[in-house]
């Protein structure tokens, strides 16, 4: 990105004035290093965002912010129904409340290098994962329907799962105003035999150690120990989401000029809040959701009765689920007056700072956690939301390391079998029905997840709990 | 593994190549005709999926589709077939694409996947505006394509 467009107002913090027909100015919170990695499309995308009708504050981007659909990935934006604001089905993305939830296993490295390779080839042959895998659970229209509204709810009262789990879960589990009615049955087709599937391409399945503890009281909160061994999921609605998210864009592309809004990308496709597209697809995002919420629950079951097969002493304790390819009403500051808003985050995790009220009394004096993937060869992180990033960005940061080069490009520079063989040469041990799979998601395909938490953390979106590594990792 | 082709099997059959986008993957048919600019875009997804050449055309799935303009079009033909081979886990190698103005009829042959032979990379979420273009270029050749979201 040409840095000579940007106005920067610190050293984390830089501003596109508005120009044009943009209502609102653009900011993105990154260092010098990582805005000039960025594609010039995250400018386009941002200044294009900042046109949309009802946008407040600013259209945001966060530090691993890369070139999305519409809406750059890593982009935030809020609406206000009562100016005209808009929902957006391509501000949300095809993965509908794709996100990561972190268990905490109450064991220690000591007690899993004995069985690592045995637990790599259970999670890998119970956790349905790749083109093509079904679950074991096949949903009737009724369940579907009770799913969707459910979600996590649901799971638990299938069997699959906890009651207490539900504490940390956004939105306690279940996503209110879910309408399942405004599912298509193509959608409902599409999932029917999806539910606790891991998917493909980004999502994983990881058993990781936590290698370091930067902030020993939200440490001591999360429960989080250098040494301990963590398990994260990172998937989403699957078939599903994916197919709410085509017809609504369709539907928001065509409907748009009827509504007065000029598109200057058809991937920006909205809708006015209170019109009637804008409230089904609403209705269809939240049973999306639901949907996401209820499949990380089922796998946590799936990875729960691995775990006791092979070792029996652990016990897997949910320390938050988060999603981060959402639209949720929220209430903001705004000039002073607390608005609720339509807040988009896209490749953006909600980071939520200490007291905010709804956050589990459990986690309410450090602020909620904030899971941030990484890629199979480096590192995940877990931070801690401020309360500077209510003020900042709507309470938001970053979700990922970000993609730094194309699966096209990944390819041709790396072979899958070598970085399998690598990686197992490190102690990492990876397991994918693909190969090709594998190279396209290499570790070097990625942006220095390092590089864009410490920018996260620097600009105060979410501060730096603890950093999580690799030991194995089921992809699909 | 190729990211440019044309089927050996039938030479009538159009060129698909991949472009580069930075998350993702972009799809192009090229063709003489329009309709064979639609089937090689479709190739072209598949071989997002798996090497088309390893996919048997046995089975034949009949899709059609209409939209207000030709690129719409072609995003709706290939969230067809997305939805096809997610329903029906099922990979296609063969297309046969009719078009109508703005309407499309259209065969596509395949079989089911088999992850040993197949290796699937990944699978397409859906098929997006971005990078959306369908037109004939100056050599008279039909051009269809867009990213597809993986």
């Known amino acids: ?476 | 593994m190729s990211y440019a082709g044309t089927n050996v099997e039938s030479p009538l059959q159009p060129n698909w190549e991949h472009f580069p986008h930075e998350a993702d993957m972009g799809v192009r048919g090229i063709g003489p005709t329009k309709e064979a600019a639609f089937a090689g875009a479709a190739l072209a997804l598949t071989a997002v999926i798996t090497d088309p050449a390893e996919v048997i055309p046995t089975q034949p799935v009949t899709v059609s589709c209409d939209a207000p303009d030709d690129e719409l079009l072609l995003v709706d033909r290939l969230n067809a077939l997305v939805y096809e081979m997610a329903t029906r886990k099922v990979l296609f190698s063969r297309f046969e694409v009719h078009l109508n103005a703005h309407a499309l009829q259209a065969t596509a042959w395949g079989e089911p996947v088999e992850v040993a032979r197949h290796r699937p990379a990944v699978e397409v979420k859906g098929a997006t505006y971005t990078d959306l273009l369908v037109k004939q270029d100056q050599k008279g050749s039909w051009i269809a394509q867009c990213v597809v979201d993986v």
Not at chain 1, 4 to 28: A, D, T
Not at chain 1, 241 to 259: C, D, V
Not at chain 1, 306 to 333: G, M, R, W
Not at chain 1, 423 to 438: K, N, T, Y
């Open chain 1, 1 to 476: 990105m040409d840095l000579s467009l940007l106005k920067q107002q610190s050293r984390f913090e830089w501003h596109i004035p508005p120009f044009g027909k943009m209502r609102v100015p653009g900011v993105i919170y990154a260092n010098e290093m990582l805005i000039r990695d960025m594609d010039m499309k995250v400018y386009e995308q941002v200044t294009n965002v900042a046109t949309l009708p009802g946008i407040v504050r600013a259209s945001y981007a966060m530090p691993d912010a890369h070139w999305g659909y519409g809406f750059p990935i890593g982009g935030v934006a809020a609406f206000d129904p009562h100016v005209g604001g808009v929902v957006s089905a391509g501000g949300v993305g095809f993965d509908i409340s794709c996100g990561v939830r972190l268990l905490r296993t109450g064991l220690t490295v000591d007690d899993l290098q004995p069985v690592k390779e045995q637990l790599a080839e259970a999670l890998f042959h119970r956790v349905p994962a790749g083109v093509g895998s079904t679950g074991t659970l096949h949903l009737d229209r009724n369940d579907m329907d009770a799913m969707l509204a459910g979600g996590a709810r649901w799971a638990i009262a299938k069997g699959y799962g906890l009651p207490i789990d539900l504490e940390c879960i956004e939105e306690r589990g279940c996503m209110a105003g879910a309408k399942p009615e405004c599912v298509s049955d193509h959608a409902k087709k599409r999932q029917q035999d999806e539910m606790g599937t891991l998917g493909s391409g980004n999502h994983y399945l990881e058993v990781q150690q936590v290698v370091n503890v930067f902030a020993t009281d939200a440490a001591s909160v999360f429960d989080l120990h250098e040494g301990d061994i963590v398990v994260s999921v990172h998937c989403g609605s699957r078939g599903l989401g994916h197919q709410i998210g085509t017809e609504f864009l369709k539907r928001m592309a065509i409907t748009a000029a009827g509504h007065k809004i000029e598109l200057r990308d058809r991937e920006l496709a909205c809708a006015p809040i209170n019109s009637e597209v804008g409230q089904e697809y609403l209705g269809a995002m939240r049973a999306a959701i639901n949907c996401a919420l209820a499949n990380r629950q089922i796998i946590t079951h799936l990875v729960r009765k691995t775990f006791a097969d092979i070792l029996p002493q652990a016990s897997l304790s949910l320390l938050y689920d988060v999603s981060h390819n959402t639209c949720k009403v929220e209430e903001h500051l705004i000039d002073g007056n607390a608005t609720s808003l339509f807040v988009h985050r896209k490749g953006a995790t909600r980071a939520f700072g200490p007291g905010h009220p709804d956050l589990p009394p459990s986690l309410r004096t450090v602020g909620q956690p904030v899971l941030i993937g990484g890629t199979m060869g480096t590192a995940s992180y877990v931070l801690a939301g401020t309360r500077d990033s209510m003020s900042l960005a709507f309470g938001s940061a970053c979700h990922g390391a970000g993609r730094s080069m194309s699966r096209h490009q990944a390819t041709r520079q790396w072979h899958g079998r070598d970085v399998v063989r690598e990686l197992a040469a490190r102690g990492i041990l990876i397991r994918s029905p693909s190969f090709r799979g594998v190279a396209e998601e290499a570790p070097g395909a990625y942006k220095e997840v390092s590089e864009v938490v410490d920018a996260a953390d620097r600009a105060k979106l979410a501060r730096k709990v603890a950093r999580l590594e690799p030991l194995v990792c089921v992809k699909g």
